[in-house]
């Protein structure tokens, strides 16, 4: 008997969880867990390497790289054979929230929201009640200009490289 795999972080829950498809002929149900769905996102929407990947679920890079197969075989069978596909399921923690004050950029930690529990749209800043905030994540970088953004590029469209060197 294999030993249980270590729980993968997971960063948010995906909004759908079932997808069907157009002839309902085929009854068959493909069951994609949270974390494989995770893994999907991470290397395929988000494009980042297997290395980087594997840290933002805290697994290892074979680990991960077996999520990803199992994912992505899932996927592509359920779409080549018309199956329903339901996502669900797993073995996995949600990572906490970080948001950022757009008035007093005052930082906070907010556990992930639970079924019941407040969403981020309606948590106020602690410090100063504000509700205007940023979702941070940990690709943003903090700019020049003040702001954070993901990637090298500001919000003026130029490199955050560039833009150190002209101040």
């Not at 992505?72 to 970080?98: D, E, H, M, P």
């Not at 994540?137 to 003040?146: K, L, N, Q």
């Amino acid at each position: 008997m294999s030993r249980r795999r270590c729980c993968g972080l997971v960063e948010e829950i995906p909004y759908s969880k079932r997808f069907v498809p157009d002839n309902q002929r085929n009854v068959a149900v493909s069951e994609i867990l949270i974390e494989e769905i995770e893994s999907i996102r991470l290397k395929d929407v988000e494009g980042l390497d297997q290395q980087m990947c594997a840290e933002a679920m805290g697994v290892s890079r074979t680990t991960f790289q077996r999520i990803l197969q199992r994912a992505r075989f899932k996927v592509a069978s359920a779409l080549v054979q018309g199956q329903t596909i339901l996502i669900r399921g797993g073995n996995y923690i949600l990572k906490n929230r970080v948001f950022e004050c757009l008035d007093c950029h005052h930082v906070w930690d907010v556990e992930p929201c639970e079924k019941g529990a407040k969403h981020g749209y309606e948590i106020p800043c602690p410090a100063c009640n504000s509700m205007k905030k940023i979702k941070v994540s940990d690709e943003d970088v903090r700019c020049t200009c003040g702001r954070r953004h993901q990637g090298d590029r500001c919000c003026g469209g130029m490199k955050l490289s560039e833009q150190s060197t002209k101040f």
